[in-house]
């Protein structure tokens, strides 16, 4: 199995612009989750699906972030409008299970810089 | 509240010393507790994970954990590191049931010393 395949790898953006990020979890993984990590925040969980349907989104910082699974296979999470304190390494991981106690397998990651 | 704290932001050790690494949490229930690791410009991986039982864990590339109860505690030790270990660690806690939020600490980073 390729893991979770996250895209793309780098993205620089002016503020005020539009981001989707992608993921494609590991086949047959049924939790998926959305990470945020800052020098100053550490690794937070931003949102969490099982079964495509979004259990916690919590974590999501303001109205300005979304994100989506509309199949099994594919997630989104998208900025709009984008800001330069959003700039951080967005991770997607995925596992099998319902709840977070699952083991998590990570992505390598989107590094976004919002100009 | 719930906290994972890490106190050594960076440690250096030689390679083939001995390592231990020091992780603290607060939580109100029984704790899931993790260690990953995050290699540069890499995801986190998964070293090894309690929930129960043992309180001696054994995890994948020669590490282990040992959960203190009554020290909230759920330090990392390998008996003898190598170079390819250079990398930041995360311990991580998390609720028993139920979905919530895993929180993680902020970290510690890992130098070599040939």
């Known amino acids: ?115 | 509240a719930q906290s994972v704290t890490q106190p050594d932001i960076h440690i250096t050790v030689s390679e083939g010393a001995s390592l231990e690494l020091r992780c603290n949490y607060s939580y109100g229930a029984t704790p899931y507790l993790f260690w990953y690791v995050q290699s540069p410009g890499q995801g986190l991986q998964l070293l090894l994970k309690y929930f129960s039982g043992d309180t001696l864990v054994q995890g994948i590339k020669g590490f282990e954990a040992e959960f203190k109860r009554s020290q909230s505690s759920f330090n990392l030790r390998k008996p003898s590191v190598h170079w390819s270990d250079a990398a930041e660690y995360f311990c991580a806690v998390g609720p028993y049931s139920s979905a919530s939020k895993i929180i993680f600490g902020s970290g510690t980073r890992l130098s070599i010393r040939p």
């Open chain 1, 1 to 115: 199995d390729a893991g979770v395949i996250q895209s793309p790898r780098h993205e620089v953006t002016e503020m005020g612009q539009e981001v989707t990020l992608r993921c494609k979890p590991i086949s047959g993984h049924n939790s998926l989750f959305w990470y945020r990590q800052t020098m100053m925040r550490g690794l937070e969980l931003l949102i969490y699906f099982n079964n495509n349907v979004p259990i916690d989104d919590s974590g999501m910082p303001e109205d300005r972030f979304s994100a989506k699974m509309p199949n099994a296979s594919f997630s989104t999470l998208k900025i709009q409008p984008s800001e330069p304190r959003d700039s951080a390494v967005y991770f997607c991981a995925s596992g099998q299970g319902r709840d977070l106690n699952t083991e998590a397998f990570f992505g390598q990651g989107t590094r976004l810089t919002v100009v």
